[in-house]
């Protein structure tokens, strides 16, 4: 079997997957999800086929490989074991519940083994799943109406009902059309007229794709059959009683009120009969037109957007950038004129296709913020639980919605179980640190912080939680010894830490400055006889002499710190010298390279004075290569990637690396490279293409229209400056000793000053 053809035939049969569009609806509750657990088999792994363990761990190391599904998926069906099949299938489903296309074929594996209701099961859980899903709806009436038995008088009824919900779930969606048509044939095969006039009376009012076919087929259903069947019976009496009233007050020879039938009984005028037929025939028409004009403007607003739509299914290849776009202008036009059913209906076709997206789940659950509490809560879990495990915006922002209705304990279970699945990232322990704070569970917060001081992967890292650790004791707490004690032994294991020393100072400098003389200092001095650079020990040494200038109580310390501020001015002026003479790298350079995450820590804090003093911009794309491979950056939320100095994009630099740990994450960002110099020749040049990706390439110079408007004119003047008589003398004595060595002396001719160059 070659699984490469198969893949391609079966990933691109996946269909237009969605939601209920209420998502009060009973059948549509979280609680009624799929129960995994209790469809799984307890089969004996010993008699599974030979190579099924080998696909399964593929899919077991990394749930998200949706091709290794496809591999394992495509087995389980060559090997037509059902065991097998059924745990596959089974999981598969808790990642990718919206591929209509493998519910499809699980249910007829099923039935392929005389597993009638296990079929049917497995289709009324892919229901569950995209109920909005009108080719899983069709297949799964076509199911009933084969293994239906036609004798059970319940069949019919059976039937009926699955189309009934067929359409409650689905008929609104704009493609929905073959499930209407397929209702309305089947009643006519049935020979219910006025069941399917009733379906009619529904479908001319709803926006799909084929509105004027529909509307072209009803009025060929009232031609060719009798309002008397078609019509309910109060309908026709109505309809009778209305058109007696008309032609009463048209003025026009009429058969007497009281002479016509009140009821349902014939006419016996046959000609009379006609025209009643006829007059009906054109009422009910003429009443149809109407909605039928309102529903063309309907469909005529979302036509564009409907036709833009490519993708009305899920699938895990990124969506084009025009698709993105079109959805949300879609969404934001349907929220601005639709009504509050068809708007969730939209949001549930939204994130089938962009199921992968968690702007639009966001987007989904702030509307529903308006219309229904358990509905926000619905759609949160299902992008959590489901479509969106390791994306920490959605996660917290279903923390802090739960925490806003007084659910704690669930905002906690929500922080603590994305936790648990992504280790060390920063932003989801200080969220939990922060809930915790907020009621009050101040140790908590402080355990939260220690156990993370504790936990860190780096020195840098345990650093920054010191910091967070050391603020909450203080500011919150109201506890400047513990919080000096946790600075200080932070200091002690990561002493080229600037912003330990500058936090431990603010804390200092916001108690009695008089009494606190002594801790500040030492502070000063830990910092300006640390390990710190040149450059921050100054910087240090300047404070300290401006705080015993300002606050201090002896001015011998003064005159010492003074001192001492002078040496290290000296001490940075012979660095500087023997970098210049090339015998050792300036300082500056050296700040935060040999960790990045020294600086990645720092600039993770808020405090904006802090930063600017630890702040190093060439230190950037190493952070960023650091934060790539922990986790710690999102990568998925990167868009748009712009590299400066791109030709430096050879070897191992980090820019190469951040392009490679930034393609294991996603494919959907954009890099915009820049560069004066791309490089010294063209293998070089192809070098920085490969390394970043590079599609597309735009040259500019002086003269290229897009450059022109910020060019300056330059006017180019030739001016030759005579030397004057010192420099002309030493030009006059270099060149008679320059000929004296070419020619004999006596041919040596005096030069005359003049203008030259040397």
């Not at 089974?90 to 039935?111: I, M, Q, S, V």
């Not at 710190?532 to 011998?556: A, C, H, P, W, Y």
Request: net charge negative.
């Amino acid at each position: 079997m070659d699984f490469s053809t198969e893949i391609m035939s079966v990933t691109e049969m996946e269909q237009s997957p969605d939601s209920s569009p209420d998502l009060n609806e009973e059948s549509t509750q979280e609680s009624e999800i799929p129960n995994i657990e209790s469809l799984q088999t307890t089969d004996i792994e010993a008699g599974f086929p030979p190579d099924f363990d080998k696909f399964w761990k593929v899919v077991e190391d990394n749930p998200q490989d949706f091709t290794g599904w496809v591999y394992l998926l495509q087995y389980v069906e060559q090997e037509n074991h059902l065991p097998a099949a059924r745990k596959a299938f089974d999981r598969f489903f808790t990642h990718y519940p919206y591929c209509y296309g493998y519910w499809k074929k699980y249910a007829d594996l099923e039935k392929r083994h005389d597993n009638v209701k296990q079929s049917d099961e497995v289709y009324r859980r892919g229901l569950q799943a995209i109920p909005l899903s009108v080719d899983l709806w069709i297949h799964y009436i076509n199911f009933l109406k084969e293994t239906l038995d036609p004798a059970d008088p319940e069949t019919n009824s059976t039937i009926r009902g699955a189309y009934e919900h067929a359409v409650l779930a689905a008929g609104t969606d704009f493609r929905s059309d073959r499930l209407w048509e397929m209702y309305i044939n089947w009643e006519n095969d049935q020979g219910n007229l006025r069941e399917v006039t009733s379906i009619y009376d529904r479908i001319l009012g709803i926006p799909t794709q084929l509105y004027s076919h529909h509307f072209q087929r009803f009025k060929e259903h009232i031609q060719n059959n009798l309002p008397r069947d078609f019509l309910t019976t109060e309908q026709f009496v109505q309809l009778r009683r209305e058109l007696a009233a008309a032609n009463g007050h048209s003025g026009e020879e009429a058969q007497p009120a009281e002479e016509l039938p009140c009821g349902t009984e014939d006419i016996t005028d046959p000609a009379k009969l006609v025209t009643e037929i006829e007059n009906m025939r054109h009422r009910i028409i003429e009443i149809h037109q109407e909605i039928f004009n309102h529903n063309e403007h309907e469909v005529s607003k979302r036509w564009t957007f409907e036709e833009a739509i490519k993708r009305p299914y899920f699938h895990v290849k990124p969506l084009e950038k025009i698709q993105l776009k079109n959805w949300k202008e879609y969404l934001e036009f349907e929220i601005e004129n639709g009504t509050h059913e068809r708007v969730v209906v939209l949001f549930e076709r939204c994130v089938i296709s962009c199921a992968l997206y968690e702007d639009f789940w966001i987007k989904y659950a702030k509307y529903m913020e308006n219309h229904s509490i358990e509905g926000v809560r619905h759609v949160y879990s299902r992008a959590c639980t489901i479509h969106l495990p390791k994306k920490p915006m959605v996660h917290m922002l279903w923390a802090a919605f739960e925490e806003q209705q007084g659910n704690i304990e669930e905002a906690r279970r929500i922080l603590k179980t994305f936790e648990e699945c992504i280790l060390g990232l920063a932003m989801i322990r200080l969220r939990r640190v922060s809930l915790e704070r907020r009621h009050g569970n101040m140790e908590e917060a402080e355990l939260l912080l220690e156990d993370a001081v504790r936990n860190a992967k780096s020195i840098s890292e345990a650093s920054f939680y010191a910091i967070k650790l050391a603020r909450h004791l203080f500011k919150v707490q109201k506890n400047l010894p513990k919080a000096r004690k946790v600075l200080s032994e932070a200091i002690e294991l990561d002493k080229e830490n600037t912003k330990l020393y500058l936090n431990l100072l603010e804390m200092e400098y916001s108690g009695d400055l008089k009494q606190n003389e002594e801790n500040i200092l030492s502070c000063f001095d830990k910092a300006v006889h640390g390990a710190l650079s040149i450059k921050m020990r100054i910087t240090f040494s300047q404070r300290k002499v401006e705080f015993l200038e300002d606050f201090g109580s002896d001015v011998n310390k003064l005159l010492d710190a003074y001192d001492e501020h002078q040496a290290l001015l000296k001490e940075q002026e012979t660095l500087k010298r023997r970098a210049e003479n090339g015998s050792e790298e300036p300082d500056e350079k050296k700040m935060l390279t040999e960790d990045p995450s020294l600086a990645s820590a720092q600039l993770m804090d808020g405090d904006m004075q802090v930063n600017q003093a630890a702040y190093n911009y060439n230190a950037w794309y190493q952070i960023m290569v650091n934060d790539l491979s922990r986790g710690t950056c999102p990568a998925g939320d990167i868009k748009c990637l712009v590299i400066d100095e791109a030709h430096k994009a050879l070897g191992n630099h980090a820019y190469c690396q951040v392009v490679r740990e930034l393609s294991k994450y996603t494919s959907q960002f954009r890099i915009l490279a820049l560069s004066a110099t791309p490089g010294s020749d063209t293998k070089a040049v192809q070098q920085v293409i490969s390394n970043l990706l590079i599609a597309r390439i735009e040259v500019c110079a002086e003269d290229s229209p897009e450059i022109q408007p910020y060019s300056h004119e330059r006017l180019v003047e030739k001016i030759v400056v005579p030397l004057g008589e010192e420099l002309a003398g030493i030009q006059n004595t270099y060149i008679q000793d320059l000929h004296a060595q070419q020619a004999p002396e006596d041919t040596l001719v005096p030069l005359q000053p003049g203008p030259a160059a040397l």
